[in-house]
């Protein structure tokens, strides 16, 4: 594509634009009339290029070129040396990644093992040119760097529960467990659901889930337990909680963001359980815990704040299990500043 004098190369996917000059145009040009790369090389190297030379401006382009997505690798997917297969809800996923290097990544969804063959979708790493290139039933789907697999996998099989469809809403939300029923936890970025979730924990509650929950027909929800996602402000605040954390693996998220994933010791498994507690968390600094009730109108609003509904439109019956839940569970907002009045607060509160 030109732009006025210069030319330019835009990837909608990952959103990146690159300026060529001459010579990465010319090296594109040949590669989109199918040239492989070699042959590109050596046709430089015709019009005047050294041969090295030639190697070295193809070699610098692709890679370039790849890291912004606009390309894509000149290999397949393979069998990898690492493979598991795990279940969230009604997904059950098959994972290979391509060396031992991945064990860490495949330890996040350590507890989401399931034995057997049988899968709903694969993915597949194959790492190139130091990228790792991300396959979905053998088709190309996306790139990222080594340290931001965990992140990336972790959408996407997300993305894969969100779409099956076998829920009315799905929620922002962490969710527990305290005697058969469900709290939610809801609270926008930065309210502190992944850190009092830990306290939580730690206080006696059952993990069923660190930021989504699925609202079912009738009112019921299940949690999603994936590993939380730890940010770097907050590891020194779980270090009590979580003595593994600083040992941890170090991840990036595409936000740019440094996390820690915590493999649960012990998470429930995915199964449907009546609503016990809606919270909505007002995490200020200084501020004494408390628990005030929410008017009903507040406890939907802040339900639905960052829910996705599968058809991106909230249907009646998804509405009407809202309701259902607002009108016979305790909804409340918690005021706190430290963790351990915050959890025990909430476990005088949910017997």
């Not at 005030?292 to 998804?318: D, I, K, Q, R």
Request: with cysteine.
């Amino acid at each position: 594509m030109r732009l006025k004098t210069q030319e330019i190369l835009f990837s909608p996917e990952q959103r990146a634009i690159a300026l060529l000059n001459p010579t990465a145009a010319a090296i594109w040009r040949a590669l989109d009339r199918g040239l492989s790369p070699p042959a590109v090389a050596s046709e430089l190297a015709q019009r005047g290029a050294g041969v090295r030379e030639a190697r070295e401006f193809v070699d610098a382009a692709l890679a370039e070129w790849l890291q912004l997505g606009l390309v894509r690798p000149s290999v397949g997917p393979e069998r990898g040396a690492l493979a598991q297969i795990v279940r969230l809800h009604d997904l059950r996923a098959r994972i290979e990644y391509p060396d031992a290097k991945a064990a860490a990544t495949a330890d996040v969804l350590r507890h989401l093992e399931v034995d057997g063959d049988a899968a709903d979708v694969s993915f597949e790493f194959v790492e190139y040119r130091g990228c790792m290139h991300l396959f979905r039933n053998g088709e190309w789907l996306t790139l990222c760097a080594p340290d931001e697999v965990a992140p990336v996998l972790k959408g996407h099989l997300l993305t894969e529960v969100l779409e099956r469809g076998s829920y009315e809403l799905a929620l922002h939300t962490a969710s527990l467990v305290r005697s058969g029923r469900m709290l939610l936890l809801c609270g926008s970025p930065g309210a502190g659901k992944s850190t009092l979730t830990q306290a939580l924990v730690h206080a006696g509650f059952g993990f069923a889930g660190d930021d989504v929950a699925l609202l079912l027909m009738g009112g019921s929800a299940v949690g999603l337990p994936f590993a939380p996602a730890i940010k770097a402000g907050a590891w020194r605040l779980l270090a009590q909680y979580l003595p593994g954390l600083a040992s941890a693996p170090v991840f990036r998220r595409l936000d740019r963001r440094r996390v820690r994933y915590p493999v649960p010791e012990t998470s429930l498994p995915c199964t449907p359980r009546p609503v016990g507690w809606v919270v909505l968390l007002d995490r200020r600094a200084g501020a004494q815990p408390r628990l005030t009730p929410v008017e009903p109108v507040e406890a939907l609003t802040g339900m639905l704040n960052g829910a996705f509904a599968v058809e991106e439109e909230l249907t009646e019956a998804g509405f009407a299990a809202l309701v259902s839940i607002i009108a016979s569970v305790p909804t409340l907002s918690l005021t706190y500043s430290g963790l351990a009045d915050a959890a025990r607060l909430l476990s005088d509160t949910c017997p």
